[in-house]
């Protein structure tokens, strides 16, 4: 008959369990899940495994736990399998080492800004806004008005949407001031059923006033991935999630998470300095030459495809993230500057194709695009214009200069406040986001963005929710466009659209 026990002590502070020794006779109710307190000696470990180890002489069950039915094994276990319980997933070891690198990323990116004297801001979750224009926006109202069909009957009195992104606040907020910035949950209504896409994931932007140029914002964006890394690459869940021989309860496939020494790759990239910048032209002539590779034909004037994206990070940035610059403005928003002098060409696009925005992608070696960014458009005649490329209802310009708020109000629908923001004293600025998830997958390794958000909502997937008396639902997902910042055509749409960011 065994004297004693093994019992392996996990905290969530560390991927390592700790080796506890416990007598047969204290052992009783000692089971996988259980929280307990256990108090004994630290003394030296005779095994290879730990340095030392807890003798104990005194066990508590705080709160058991029946092994049999704890879903929670001390086995390899599919990433798949730990999403069908999100509530418990944060339990393994690896789950509670994403935990400990959200918390720590936030705490530095926090401290970066701080020292660039940013100002963290709160833009609204709930807004009548579609920044990106893609109309792929979730409807928001109370549950009790799921049917009304009369927008002036509404809640809202207007239709109101969960945020795509901040960016359109940010920039009024960055015209009080300065430089502004937040880490705020974003929703997207896409039909994207794939390892980069979520239906509500957290954005990291910023917004910089009085800079004149692109690269200032793309040397924002590389200082700051920059300090991140190189300020968190001696931390110890940076060391544990680099380390060879870490315990991983949910990675021990192959296929969940890159090798450790891939990992460590991707931050010594990071740490780098001087990152590779091309244009969009120069990257499509680079792809054109090996365009036997690819599954989707490489053309100017259309984005790159996800292989597109990590050939260029592959071949350009040898190891190091690349900043893709100066896409067709045909392809981007109406908010961003065209490039100045239309200097970026491409001599074999079609002439309609041919102006290009000041923007960029940022994109990093054998994982995807993980930051974009742009200068934004501050001159008010040519912001009207770029709206009614678009096909966005807008006021002329001799309305908005001689009746001021009113008209504008009346006839830009949802976006009349973004307008007025060229009226008064708008400077030149510039900003970016950053997809703060893929972010955390791509220091982890972790191949799904669905394993780094801890209960994930996607396309097709959803967690149960508790409920309530009172609560909010979302209503509808998109396809098309909605709301006057996607293209309102009609007066009807102008007569129903909301008139306030």
């Known amino acids: 008959m065994k004297s004693r026990s093994f019992v392996a002590l996990g905290d969530g502070s560390s991927l390592a369990s700790l080796q506890a020794i416990v007598p047969t006779n204290l052992a009783e109710g000692l089971a996988i899940g259980a929280a307990i307190r256990l108090t004994g000696t630290w003394v030296p470990s005779p095994g290879a495994k730990q340095s030392h180890e807890l003798h104990v002489n005194n066990v508590q069950i705080l709160g058991p736990s029946d092994a049999k039915t704890f879903p929670i094994q001390k086995k390899y276990q599919t990433p798949e399998y730990l999403r069908t319980m ?45 920044c990106e224009g893609g109309g792929e926006v979730f409807t928001v109202a109370p549950a009790h008005e799921q049917k009304k069909d009369d927008p002036a009957e509404s809640f809202f009195r207007a239709p109101k949407y969960l945020t795509v992104s901040t960016q359109l606040h940010l920039e009024a907020l960055a015209q009080a001031v300065g430089n502004v910035w937040t880490l705020s949950p974003t929703f997207r209504a896409e039909e994207s059923d794939t390892s980069r896409h979520l239906s509500e994931f957290y954005m990291l932007e910023a917004e910089m006033s009085f800079v004149d140029k692109l690269d200032g914002v793309m040397d924002l964006t590389e200082d700051m991935l920059r300090y991140l890394s190189t300020n968190l690459y001696e931390s110890r869940v940076a060391q544990e999630l680099r380390s060879p021989g870490t315990e991983r309860n949910s990675g021990d496939s192959a296929g969940d998470r890159a090798p450790p020494e891939e990992v460590d790759i991707r931050w010594q990239g990071l740490m780098q300095p001087a990152w590779p910048r091309i244009t969009y032209s120069d990257a499509v002539n680079i792809l054109t030459k090996e365009e036997k590779l690819f599954e989707h034909p490489v053309v100017w004037g259309t984005g790159l495809h996800s292989e597109h994206e990590k050939y260029i990070a592959r071949v350009v940035g040898e190891g190091k993230p690349v900043f893709v610059t100066h896409y067709p403005m045909a392809i981007k928003p109406f908010y961003m500057r065209p490039t100045e002098g239309n200097g970026y060409h491409n001599s074999y696009a079609a002439p309609t194709h041919q102006e290009t925005a000041d923007c960029f992608d940022l994109l990093v070696p054998e994982y995807c695009e993980i930051a974009g960014g742009s200068m934004r458009e501050n ?7 770029a709206m009614k490329r678009q096909g966005m209802a807008t006021p002329s310009l001799g309305d908005v200069e001689s009746s001021g708020t009113d008209v504008s109000t009346q006839a830009s629908g949802s976006l009349d406040w973004y307008v007025d923001l060229r009226r008064w004293g708008c400077p030149p600025h510039g900003g970016f986001g950053l997809g703060f998830d893929r972010l955390l997958g791509y220091l982890s390794g972790v191949q799904s963005i669905r394993d780094t958000v801890t209960f994930p909502r996607w396309y097709g997937g959803w967690w149960y929710l508790g409920s309530s008396h ?32």
Do not use: M
């Open 86 to 130: 999100p509530h418990l997933r944060p339990r393994t070891p690896f789950n509670s080492a994403l935990l400990r690198l959200r918390s720590e990323a936030i705490a530095t990116l926090t401290q970066f800004f701080a020292t660039r004297d940013f100002v963290q801001t709160h833009p609204p979750i709930i807004t009548s806004s579609d």
């Open 379 to 385: 001159r008010l005649p040519q912001l009207l214009d």
């Open 470 to 501: 009172e609560h909010f639902s979302l209503l509808n997902i998109y396809a098309r466009p909605v709301g006057t910042a996607i293209g309102l055509n009609t007066k009807e749409d102008l007569a129903t659209s909301a008139i306030s960011p």
